[in-house]
């Protein structure tokens, strides 16, 4: 099986030729930019989502001095006074509008045209000729990824369960959650109706309790009923930490994801920077081992990303990629990779004998 990991860079580096006129308000932002000031539709959010700007300063002086945002939000995730607690639900809330506006727009600049469409129709020639299943794990909010499966498959996403789906041959997983998902609470609905909801239940702080329970609601600007049978829902969305488990995801999920990890053989990963910890921790438990060859495509973290694994022991085959999302595609290395990929069915076979 091929696993390929999207971080927030194959996002960042989504259209072809971006650079060229495409750019602009709507480029969905690395993690550091979260809070670029010099982004009208950015400032204009969290005026309206004002509850996590008392952090907003100490995230952006984190980034001036060369620090992990990561790591500067995971300090304040362990403070646990309600001033933070009540920022983290209001980031949730920020993060949600701010990416799907990047993700809708950027989207339709592109015509729907997006390096995830063209990833998809190459990976499906090689893919279709093995019989093989791919998995697709994304850190990343935004939809982009879903809209280039519905337009390459026609796929449906309106259910959670549809991502994970054995009928698939492609299983998604968004382990940060999504830009469309609510996670419902433990906590009554309040008065107010969508996207109001969210200055009251920020103002719970501490006392909002989360469920694993998760709908797919539309994006942010799309008006869902406040509550699941009276219990209020918040955004899926997992702030980005570094060490601590920040997944935003039906727990199903997370056991599917076992299952299917245990069958890769080949990872790719793209645009991501390999700094969650706790996922690294998480693959390295179940998949099959230094056995697995390994690709990292980015401009600028593609040789730290490798590291990571081996730090946890994934150690093997390992080439590290001076490529960005776009130079992947153009360059047809990821036709280079897909030739050089083990069989999968094959090994699954061998597997089998040896047990």
């Known amino acids: 099986m091929l696993t390929i990991v999207f971080g927030a860079g194959a996002s960042h580096d989504s259209i072809r030729n971006g650079s060229a006129g495409l750019t602009g308000d709507y480029q969905p932002p690395v993690t550091k930019d979260i809070f670029n000031q010099d982004l009208p539709h950015f400032g204009a959010t969290l005026e309206e989502l004002y509850e996590c700007a008392p952090i907003v300063p100490r995230l952006r002086r984190a980034v001036a001095e060369g620090r992990l945002f990561e790591d500067e939000l995971e ?7 309600h001033i933070h607690a009540r920022a983290l639900i209001g980031l949730r809330f920020y993060l949600a509008k701010v990416l799907e506006d990047c993700g809708t727009n950027w989207g339709r600049r592109a015509h729907g045209i997006t390096n995830y469409t063209e990833l998809l129709y190459e990976v499906e020639e090689w893919r279709a000729t093995r019989h093989e299943t791919v998995c697709l794990i994304t850190f990343n909010y935004d939809t982009l990824i879903e809209q280039a499966l519905h337009s390459v498959f026609s796929y449906d ?3 959670i369960d549809f991502y994970v789906t054995k009928t698939r041959p492609y299983f998604l997983f968004k382990l940060h959650g999504s830009v469309s998902w609510r996670q419902l609470t433990s906590n009554v609905v309040p008065a107010n109706a969508w996207p109001w909801v969210a200055h009251e239940l920020a103002a719970l702080g501490n006392e909002l309790e ?10 942010y600007s799309y008006k869902p009923p406040a509550a699941v049978q009276d219990r209020a829902m918040i955004p899926a969305i997992a702030v980005p930490l570094r060490t601590k ?3 935003a995801c039906p727990a199903d999920h997370l056991h599917t994801l ?7 053989t080949a990872l790719v990963l793209i645009g991501w920077r390999a700094t969650e910890a706790h996922f690294l921790d998480f693959f390295v438990r179940n ?11 980015s401009r600028s973290s593609s040789k730290s990303a490798l590291e990571a694994f081996e730090k946890f022991g994934f150690t093997g085959d390992h080439t590290a990629l001076p490529d960005s999302f776009s130079e992947l595609i153009a360059n047809r290395t990821m036709s280079d990779i897909l030739s050089r990929a083990p069989d999968g069915q094959a090994q699954t076979t061998r597997r089998s004998r040896a047990r």
């Open 75 to 81: 300090a304040i995730s362990n403070d646990s006074r």
């Open 157 to 159: 996403f309106s259910k």
């Open 210 to 219: 989360l469920l694993d329970q998760y709908v797919v609601a539309g994006g």
């Open 245 to 247: 488990a920040s997944f």
């Open 258 to 264: 076992e299952h299917v990890l245990s069958a890769t």
């Open 287 to 297: 998949t099959p081992g230094s056995n697995v060859p390994m690709w990292a495509a």
